[in-house]
């Protein structure tokens, strides 16, 4: 079966540090996305990790632990529109997207 | 303009009362899927196609249809709505490559009654 867990909410206050997790155990193992979606929109992609280490992109960055089946996403410098949730996606087989329950931020003044 | 689009984007119905909420996808891709999200539960596959006239369920198939006669459009129909199908639906379209991010439209919101 597919398993991927995220924290259901967290809060932040402008300027700081967040580092949001992922777990997950499924059967197929192609990489892992992660999501941005502002309430009521579409999600957006942010990063994507296949192999690992960390992948850094501006203020955001994504990490992934292959062999503990374990992935994080880190906003540096938060902002008052990073308020959003956070969508951690694995990838099973030819771009199949098994999505964890998303992680709700918000940010904070 | 690279684009996913869905309509409608609101919709208000009663139970049994066919509809078809249509996708079309002017990227060329060839992968499309359908997720419903619901609070709580966060965001899951009713059905995908890998191709034309190639299509498979995904994790909550029951009550819907699609169909993909062309590359650029995939229709979800729900032949008999119930009020258990009201939620909020995104078509998604991406490459066959692993590595590629799926592009997602702006959402169709069913309400049931």
């Known amino acids: 079966g597919q398993n991927i867990d995220q924290p259901t909410e967290m809060t932040a206050t402008e300027g700081a540090i967040v580092q949001i997790n992922c777990t997950y155990q499924?059967?197929?193992?192609?990489?892992l996305f992660w999501y941005q979606q502002h309430a009521g929109e579409a999600p957006t992609f942010l990063s994507y990790?296949?192999?690992?280490g960390l992948e850094e992109k501006g203020r955001f960055s994504s990490f992934l632990s292959r062999s503990k089946g374990y992935s994080y996403l880190l906003l540096k410098e938060l902002q008052m529109k990073d308020s959003a949730s956070y969508l951690c996606?694995?990838?099973?087989?030819?771009?199949?997207?098994?999505f964890g329950g998303g992680t709700r931020l918000m940010v904070k003044p | 303009e690279a684009q996913v689009t869905q309509n409608p984007r609101y919709l208000i119905t009663v139970t049994g009362k066919k509809l078809t909420v249509t996708c079309s996808q002017n990227?060329?891709?060839?992968?499309m899927s359908w997720y419903r999200q619901d609070p709580g539960l966060g965001l899951r596959q009713i059905y995908y196609?890998?191709?034309?006239?190639?299509?498979d369920k995904g994790d909550v198939p029951e009550g819907y249809k699609v169909s993909r006669k062309e590359k650029r459009n995939f229709p979800l129909i729900l032949e008999s709505p119930s009020p258990n199908q009201t939620s909020l639906y995104f078509c998604?379209?991406?490459?066959?490559?692993?590595?590629?991010?799926?592009?997602f439209g702006d959402g169709t919101r069913l309400s049931i009654l």
């Open positions: 998604a379209s991406g490459p066959i490559d692993s590595n590629q991010p799926q592009h």
């Open positions: 990790n296949v192999l690992d």
């Open positions: 996606a694995v990838d099973n087989a030819g771009n199949m997207l098994t």
């Open positions: 499924t059967s197929g193992f192609n990489g």
């Open positions: 990227m060329n891709h060839e992968y």
């Open positions: 196609s890998m191709n034309v006239e190639v299509t």
